[in-house]
């Protein structure tokens, strides 16, 4: 299976990353966990997928044995004094399909042997003939993933009638053969069902995508974005017939995640999945909710390569600072950037805000910027000129994180990777209908944004 499969269908799983260490910062770190912590909401990824009927048929086929049926003895049967054998002459093929619901013949070859004594005398004539089977078989799947079959007889047709002579008599044996194969069409309906049990299970292909999509991949190489997923229950909706194909959907039910930044790639691979959950409907078009975390250090580079070098101008001139060094972290439901200058004032500058989702720029902004109380304090006796709010409306100005390029990154990303071929004949094809960044929160892990996503999958399988 490809490296990066399923995300999707789909994105996420709760990355677990501790919190910058406390610096010896004027500002020190907090979080308001009680509104930043919050329930991670499960989605559900509907996955539309058909199985070609053609392919079931091959697979029936194959597996059904050729010699279906031998009473080798006159004596046993009650002493029917009768034996019998019953070969395939084709293949199953199927005649009719409604819902989940397959009707099917297959041709058979019969060769019968009857024991007849008369007068001391005993004869075994025996005679060669065709008939069709005919049965229905309705599609399920149990709660271990296997496909199964409920199969039963609706009957048969001559192709050509036995005919018996023993000399000149000729022995009516049709009512006979009849009987015969109207009592057994139950063992050969049981054939027909062990031959697809023993074919078909969607198991190896959700325990390879279960263990797949939970191997974290890089999304983003430029902003260092990470898509993890963590699956927690599958389910199923009954099958139903479309054209030449079975459809029905899966859901899997995850939690999911986007992060940027450095990430622990180890996971264990699990062998057992949970039990498949048979469920009426699950909506084509799904949503998830994305929790997109920028850590503080990517947030500080990607602020450096924007502000670092900046200069200002303070009282028209008469003093001038530079902007040399920058770190960001949080501070209850601010985001708090420490700045280092040069110039007329060198050392460091808290600035904090709260960071907000600007849905025309597509980044994640700064409002109510203002400077740390402590810092105010300082200013009063070191540079009180720094108190007048160019600083903070410059950085407010210029201050921006490109979540909506993460995001595109992140979209392009996992299209390619739902685009592909899952294994053997099993093809993927994936749509991201819309993304939409929601809230910002200040949270231990980073800037977490709370990411609104509208997507569609379809699995096809063919060639099983």
């Known amino acids: 299976m490809k490296k990066n499969l399923i995300f999707f269908i789909l994105y996420m799983a709760f990355f677990k990353v501790s919190a910058q260490k406390k610096g010896d910062y004027a500002v020190e770190q907090s979080y308001k966990t009680e509104h930043v912590v919050f329930e991670k909401k499960p989605s559900i990824i509907s996955i539309p997928f058909d199985i070609s009927i053609d392919d079931i048929q091959k697979q029936i086929n194959q597996n059904m044995p050729d010699l279906i049926y031998e009473d080798k ?40 042997q009857k024991r007849i004594s008369a007068f001391g005398v005993s004869q075994a004539p025996d005679t060669q003939f065709e008939i069709k089977l005919r049965f229905s078989s309705k599609f ?17 047709e001559w192709i050509t009638k036995p005919v018996m002579k023993a000399g000149f008599l000729e022995i009516p044996v049709a009512p006979i053969i009849g009987k015969l194969i109207a009592n057994n069409q139950t063992m050969f309906a049981n054939q027909i069902d062990q031959a697809i049990n023993s074919s078909f299970s969607l198991k190896p292909y959700i325990l390879e995508a279960w263990n797949t999509t939970r191997k974290p991949f890089i999304a983003s190489e430029e902003y260092n974005t990470w898509v993890k997923i963590e699956p927690q229950e599958v389910f199923l909706t009954p099958f139903k017939t479309n054209g030449k194909s079975l459809k029905a959907t899966v859901g899997i039910k995850i939690v999911a995640e986007t992060l940027v930044g450095v990430i622990d790639q180890q996971f264990e691979e699990t062998k057992s999945i949970p039990k498949l959950k048979i469920v009426e409907s699950i909506p084509e078009i799904f ?45 209850e439901e601010n985001l708090v950037l420490k700045i280092t200058t040069k110039g007329s004032f060198k ?3 808290y600035v904090k805000g709260i960071p907000y989702y600007d849905q025309d720029k597509k980044m994640v902004l700064l409002k109510n910027t203002d400077l740390d109380i402590k810092t105010k304090n300082f200013l009063h006796k070191a540079g009180a000129w720094l108190l007048e709010g160019t600083l903070e409306k410059k950085i407010e100005q210029d ?30 094809k994936a749509e991201i209908l819309a993304i939409e960044p929601k809230e910002i929160f200040v949270n231990p892990l980073g800037l977490l944004a709370v990411v609104n996503t509208k997507a569609k999958v379809e699995l096809n399988v063919k060639g099983l």
């Not at 054998?85 to 093929?93: A, F, M, P, T």
């Not at 303070?314 to 770190?327: A, H, S």
């Open 73 to 112: 003895s006159f004596e046993d049967n009650n002493n029917d004094e009768f034996k019998v054998k019953v070969w395939r002459k084709g293949n199953l093929e199927f005649t009719g399909i409604q819902n989940n619901v397959l009707s099917y013949e297959v041709p058979l070859k019969i060769w019968a």
């Open 140 to 156: 399920f799947v149990n709660n271990d993933y296997a496909i199964q079959t409920s199969t039963n007889s609706t009957g048969f």
């Open 287 to 331: 949503e998830l909710s994305l929790y997109n975390v920028i850590t503080y250090a990517e947030a500080t580079k990607i602020s450096k390569s924007m502000l670092v070098g900046e200069k200002f101008e303070f009282k028209k001139g008469k003093y001038k600072i530079e902007l040399t060094d920058m770190d960001i972290y949080g501070a």
């Open 347 to 349: 050392g460091d500058i």
């Open 399 to 428: 201050f921006g994180l490109p979540v909506e390029d993460i995001i595109t990154a992140a979209k392009e990303s996992t299209l390619k990777a739902l685009n592909t071929e899952v294994t053997k004949g099993v093809m993927m």
